[in-house]
């Protein structure tokens, strides 16, 4: 089956490049040199991320953000979840466990929350074993991770909400947040709920390679900076597959190379979308680096396998650094 992917329009620049704010990308010890934000028509109905600016404001909780950075790095010198986290009136913990074939796994966390709802975790891990990347996350969940079940349990669901919230309240300013689901319902066209939230804070140097988040029934994500700087690059998969074709003269049969974005075993092709500066500086000058400050979100929508918003991330911080991250489900 021939696959046809987009024509890449030509992105006109707003502004002049030498008053563009430039970064300097730097992830798992490779440098991919220097990228500005090019303004471009964005829109979730195509698959492309979008980005809230000021979305929050992490004025209003700098006692809690201190709070969580100041856990995290507790966190990242050994000691244990359980004895940082003060549970929510109602939440008991259940017991700790550590995957011994996970490499990047510290522990799992397991709590019992109030009610019906079912055992929940809050799983920690590394984003990646490179010696000089202490980017991590803190996953808060339920049931069996590799069969998605935390789709269809909305009591679950809100069990774990309540679980971040009373171990994080800085999280509060992006679930409770008015705006932000204003503009979530505005672009689902129905009401929504926030599942799988993830804690993340990357360090100098780190960051997540490029991949998606398309699960079956869930429309996206939102992302949301409370503290220090991240940079992004983020486009549809449709997309990422036609600037791959153009840039490299390569990959010409465009199924296989759809197929070969969602296989580790491509090891040529994710080493270009990951670590070839060229390629990096590419997607940004066309209108696809976003720079995330203190308050700003990032919307990622996953409508189909195919239209979903890939993304990688660059810490553009020297220091502390903190974000949440909340699957988002119609209904």
Known sequence: ????LPSLPRVATLRRMNTA????????????????????SLAWARAEPEVLRAAVRPSR????????????????????????VELPRGFRFAGTTVSPGDPLELHKLHVVPPGRARELYVKANWLST?????????????????????????????ATLGLLEGTFPACR??????GIARAIR???????RFVQP??????????????????PAQAGVCFTQLAGRTGWLALPKAVLARQVQEHTG???????????????????????????????????????????????AILLPSHTELESAWHSVFSLSEGENLALSCGIVGG
């Open 61 to 84: 909780a700098r006692k809690e953000i201190a709070q969580a950075l100041r856990l995290l790095d507790r966190l990242r010198v050994g000691e244990d979840l359980a004895s940082l």
């Open 1 to 4: 089956m021939r696959v046809r």
């Open 130 to 158: 490179h010696p000089r990347d202490g980017s991590m996350r803190l996953r808060f969940s339920y049931g069996a991770e590799i069969l998605d079940d935390w789709l269809d349990d909305p009591a679950s669901a809100r």
């Open 198 to 215: 993830i804690v993340y804070s990357n360090t100098s140097g780190g960051g997540a390679l490029m991949h998606h988040d398309y699960v």
């Open 21 to 40: 704010v430039r970064y300097r990308l730097r992830r798992r010890g490779i440098d991919h040199g220097f990228a500005s934000e090019v303004p471009r």
């Open 250 to 296: 390569r990959w010409r049969d465009t199924a296989a190379l759809l197929a070969g974005l969602e296989s580790h075993r491509a090891e040529r092709l994710r080493a270009l979308i990951n670590e070839d500066g060229a390629f990096s500086r590419r997607l940004a000058a066309s209108g696809w680096f976003f720079a995330l400050a203190p308050g700003d």
């Open 186 to 192: 505005r672009r689902l066209g129905r009401g929504f």
């Open 173 to 178: 300013l992006t679930t409770r947040d008015a």
